[in-house]
């Protein structure tokens, strides 16, 4: 998996001094990757990062956070069939 991957963006301006909070919300889709091993969608557990800033250069705000194994969802959902 790459170092770093773009979970999320909003463009907020503020005014020199000002702050503001900006939430977001990661759920388990947003950690799914292909795994070539088994052939099928997975998850890593582990530690993970959470960093903010303005650019991927710079990213002075984290936190870290864990995810641990669970149940998996299927590879293909099929919602609809006409």
């Given at each position: 998996?790459?170092p770093k991957?773009?979970?999320g963006f909003k463009?907020i301006a503020?005014n020199?001094?000002?702050?503001?909070?900006?939430?977001?919300?990661?759920?388990?889709?947003?950690?799914?990757?292909y795994?070539?091993?088994?052939g099928?969608?997975?998850i890593q557990?582990g530690?993970y990062?959470?960093r903010?800033g303005?650019?991927?250069k710079?990213?002075p705000?984290?936190?870290?956070?864990?995810l641990t194994?669970?149940?998996?969802k299927?590879?293909?959902?099929?919602?609809?069939?006409?």
């Amino acid at each position: 998996m790459p170092p770093k991957q773009l979970k999320g963006f909003k463009r907020i301006a503020l005014n020199p001094a000002a702050t503001t909070t900006v939430t977001f919300t990661l759920s388990p889709d947003e950690f799914y990757y292909y795994n070539e091993t088994k052939g099928s969608f997975d998850i890593q557990a582990g530690q993970y990062i959470a960093r903010v800033g303005g650019s991927s250069k710079s990213l002075p705000v984290f936190g870290m956070f864990s995810l641990t194994d669970g149940t998996h969802k299927p590879d293909l959902l099929i919602t609809n069939i006409k």
